[in-house]
């Protein structure tokens, strides 16, 4: 009796603590309640629960918004003062934006353009890597081929 109200606990925490977007992403809502509480079991016994999740200690922030598009999307200086180097093969894209537009930035995979800006507005990104300064000289033309592995 006791361990059937410790899975159906389990069960419980878990939908309560996860979003559908979060069960949906980890593959929670492809689990029998069964081994649901067997993940649950497994958290329970490897990591301490936080006293209040880390969502209620970030204060809500504004998304930097794209201020300025230089070189026909080579570089873009976003509100916060950062500047962007795009990766050549992205300028098509980048090259359309328009401003002001807020942004995202997320890691990427990419090991020279380590970072991936994507429009809010349109869905679309591109990878760039943050520079201090804009060339001194006005950059050619992007080559879609450099800087690929």
Do not use: C, H
């Given at each position: 009796?006791?361990?059937l109200l410790?899975?159906?606990?389990a069960?419980?925490?878990i939908d309560l603590e996860?979003?559908p ?10 689990l029998r309640?069964?081994e649901k509480?067997?993940l ?10 936080r ?6 200690n ?12 230089f ?8 509100s916060?003062?950062t500047?962007?180097n795009?990766?050549?093969?992205d300028?098509a ?7 002001p537009?807020?942004?995202i930035i997320t890691?990427?995979?990419d090991s020279v353009y ?11 990104s ?5 520079v ?5 000289t006005k950059?050619g033309?992007?080559t879609p081929?450099s800087?690929t592995?």
């Amino acid at each position: 009796m006791i361990s059937l109200l410790a899975a159906v606990l389990a069960v419980e925490a878990i939908d309560l603590e996860m979003t559908p977007q979060e069960k949906k992403k980890t593959g929670v809502y492809k689990l029998r309640d069964q081994e649901k509480a067997a993940l649950q079991q497994w958290i329970e016994n490897r990591y301490e629960k936080r006293q209040e999740p880390l969502a209620q200690n970030i204060e809500p922030t504004t998304k930097p918004s794209l201020s300025e598009n230089f070189y026909n999307g080579r570089f873009l200086k976003l509100s916060d003062g950062t500047l962007w180097n795009v990766r050549p093969q992205d300028t098509a894209i980048s090259q359309s934006w328009i401003t002001p537009v807020e942004v995202i930035i997320t890691q990427s995979q990419d090991s020279v353009y380590s970072y991936k800006i994507t429009n809010t507005l349109t869905g679309s990104s591109v990878l760039a890597k943050k520079v201090s300064s804009l060339p001194t000289t006005k950059p050619g033309p992007a080559t879609p081929n450099s800087n690929t592995k």
